[in-house]
Nanobody, 117 residues
Framework: QVQLVASGGGLVQAGGSLRLSCAVS????????IGWFRQAAGKEREFVAS????????YYSDHVKGRFTISRDTDKNMVYLQMNSLKPEDTAVYLC??????????WGQGTRVTVSS
């Protein structure tokens, strides 16, 4: 299995920045990449961004394009999410997940991001 640990969340004012980290361990060779998702209180989980280990192909939700940047360090098995120009609407628990052939899985417990107005 793959273990995923998200960190870096916290409290930030609107317009501020945070960088989230996802540490990946275990059978990383069985994964194609890593994705970031978020879930706000009372809402469904939504896709934020993803990146492939090979080629660094990235995908972003329209809600975060131009503000968030996903990157990876294959040597360290780390994936980052740089979040700039944060808005109160970005408040959520952010989780990282591994992309397998069958889809997303091995969800981490997430890290909480709170953006105050």
């Amino acid at each position: 299995q793959v273990q995923l640990v998200a960190s870096g969340g916290g409290l930030v004012q609107a317009g501020g920045s945070l960088r989230l980290s996802c540490a990946v361990s275990g059978r990383t060779s069985s994964t194609y990449g890593i994705g970031w998702f978020r879930q706000a209180a009372g809402k469904e989980r939504e896709f934020v961004a993803s990146i492939k280990w090979s080629g660094a192909t990235t995908y972003y939700s329209d809600h975060v394009k131009g503000r968030f940047t996903i990157s990876r360090d294959t040597d360290k098995n780390m994936v980052y999410l740089q979040m700039n120009s944060l808005k109160p609407e970005d408040t959520a628990v952010y989780l990282c997940a591994a992309e397998f052939f069958t889809g997303w899985g091995d969800w981490g417990q997430g890290t909480r991001v709170t953006v105050s107005s």
